[in-house]
């Protein structure tokens, strides 16, 4: 591992999922599930997230996107958190989904509105 890719992984990784997640994730990690937390913190967040060509605001659209039409929908709710922080609106948001529900399907589109409707009633985006 490279401990520095790592760090600053660690420290994307908390900025766009929030502190409170990232730690208790990996709090939670045992012998089994510790080296991919490490893998994905160094690799998706150190290497991915913290090449700074995109903006977060920019990649967390796109990882909006992709997420949505791979139907990964729990992971999609925690990049909407990660996109309201990165600064995506509200109104970006429904632009996206209308993509999502044209592209991918109308079915990831309900149920990505269904998720967004209440993620941005509990974060007083709404």
């Known amino acids: ?3 520095e890719r790592f760090e600053t992984g660690l420290s994307k990784r908390k900025d766009v ?3 409170e997640y990232v730690e208790s994730t990996l709090a939670k990690a045992d012998d089994f599930s510790r ?7 160094e690799w998706c967040w150190g290497f991915g997230w913290s090449d700074e060509t995109l903006p977060a605001k920019t990649r967390s659209m796109l990882n909006l996107s992709m997420i949505a039409a791979l139907n990964r929908m729990h992971e999609w709710e925690l990049h909407l958190r990660g996109a309201l922080r990165n600064g995506v609106t509200k ?3 429904q632009a996206i989904l209308h993509v999502v529900a044209i592209y991918a399907g ?3 589109g309900v149920e990505c509105f269904r998720i967004a409707k ?3 009633a509990e974060e007083g985006a709404a």
């Open 1 to 3: 591992m490279d401990k």
């Open 17 to 19: 999922l929030g502190a």
């Open 35 to 41: 080296p991919f937390q490490e893998m994905m913190t």
């Open 91 to 93: 109104e970006e948001i």
């Open 106 to 108: 109308v079915p990831a």
């Open 118 to 120: 209440r993620v941005l």
